[in-house]
């Protein structure tokens, strides 16, 4: 967003991403992103904020969704389940502008086929502790760029956020961009 020439404030939700039985991934990414949209806005001070958003990024292995892993073992195994094989990236996001209009929620898929990996490759990539914070064990736009094959969709869904349809979002609610620095 701050390479697009928005002022960017960064808010800590504190909304808890458990998992929710009965929702599907892409629902699930739904459900995180209008979660973290209503707790930041529980935050904040009437008349503080103009554009607020939110969002969430679900992996989704043949309808089973992928979080982030809680250690090394964890990362490894959903990096060698992903091995080889095609799997979809659904990021949801949900924008406010309190007091002006209702909440806008949109969401992404992505397929994304990954390399067949080796163990040394896989450990490699886990050892650099990149993983452990990406829901599905990796970050395309980091060292798990070359874990990845091909893609069909939105690169920036992948990376967690569609930059692209996020602006035709704001445009649909009267907001422009900056002018273009050269």
Known sequence: MRSLGLAVEVVVSGYDEADVDGLSPCELASR???GKLAATLALL???DAGVVVAADTVVDRDG???GKPQGDAE?????????????RVHTAFALAVPGRAAPVQERVT???RFYALDEAEIAAYVASGDPLDKAGAYGIQGGAAALVEAIDGDFYAVMGFPLGRFIRALRRLGF???P???
């Open 32 to 34: 995180h992103a209008a």
């Open 45 to 47: 001070a009437p008349g």
């Open 64 to 66: 089973v969704p992928l």
């Open 75 to 87: 990362a490894a195994a959903m990096l060698r389940s992903l091995s080889g094989r095609s799997h």
């Open 176 to 178: 422009s961009l900056p």
């Open 180 to 182: 273009a620095k050269d």
């Open 110 to 112: 992505t397929l994304v």
